[in-house]
T-cell receptor
Framework: RKEVEQDPGPFNVPEGATVAFNCTYS??????FFWYRQDCRKEPKLLMS???SGNEDGRFTAQLNRASQYISLLIRDSKLSDSATYLC??????????????FGKGTHLIIQP | DTAVSQTPKYLVTQMGNDKSIKCEQN?????MYWYKQDSKKFLKIMFS???????INETVPNRFSPKSPDKAHLNLHINSLELGDSAVYFC????????????FGSGTRLTVV
């Protein structure tokens, strides 16, 4: 079973629409959660952290359901510039160690004019 | 002003050669990482390192070795390069206890011929 699973897409969405991605994670010890964005041939960049209470940053809303081990990202009023791959990421922080983030394979989003 | 910088950006080399990729961060972070992104775009951690502890992903061949002259640098040395080593290698850094996610370098695209 993969540690972080996402639908790879691609999701083809008209500009202005609302789109939602989900991911599931297998390790219940996961302690922190993020969405990263990766543009073609670029490095991943942090989009937002995900908190249990849900959090919003402009057009982006992230939700975490620890019981179901499920994370979501909602993008409202999508823009052409939102086209990218969205990576679901979890971190298992064990003591003072740094075991690294675990990345999903990403969901490819294409916003169409 | 680049927060995490790695060089070179592109590296083309023959099988059997030994090569190094350099990484420097000016964020004052205590932990640095190397990730490999293969042709299927899957990001996988290779190493995490702070001044106390090196954590190695057990799947990484021992031809790969991280070298850290100081807290701000984590270089990646690869011996006896193989065709399968072709990938994009990303350096990243974080301040573990702050849990703000990672900052990535722009990547080194390694092609072994």
């Amino acid at each position: 079973r993969k540690e972080v699973e996402q639908d790879p897409g691609p999701f083809n969405v008209p500009e202005g629409a609302t789109v939602a991605f989900n991911c599931t994670y297998s390790n219940s010890a996961s302690q922190s959660f993020f969405w990263y964005r990766q543009d073609c041939r670029k490095e991943p960049k942090l989009l937002m952290s995900v908190y249990s209470s849900g959090n919003e940053d402009g057009r982006f809303t992230a939700q975490l359901n620890r019981a179901s081990q499920y994370i979501s990202l909602l993008i409202r009023d999508s823009k052409l510039s939102d086209s990218a791959t969205y990576l679901c990421v979890v971190n298992i922080v064990s003591g003072g160690g740094a075991d690294g983030l675990t990345f999903g394979k990403g969901t490819h989003l294409i916003i169409q004019p | 002003d680049t927060a995490v910088s790695q060089t070179p950006k592109y590296l083309v080399t023959q099988m059997g050669n030994d090569k190094s990729i350099k990484c420097e961060q000016n964020l004052g972070h205590d932990t640095m990482y190397w990730y490999k992104q293969d042709s299927k775009k899957f990001l996988k951690i290779m190493f995490s390192y702070n001044n106390k502890e090196l954590i190695i992903n057990e799947t990484v061949p021992n031809r790969f070795s991280p070298k850290s002259p100081d807290k701000a640098h984590l270089n990646l040395h690869i011996n006896s390069l193989e065709l399968g080593d072709s990938a994009v290698y990303f350096c990243a850094s974080s301040q573990v206890e702050l849990n703000y996610g990672y900052t990535f370098g722009s990547g080194t695209r390694l092609t072994v011929v």
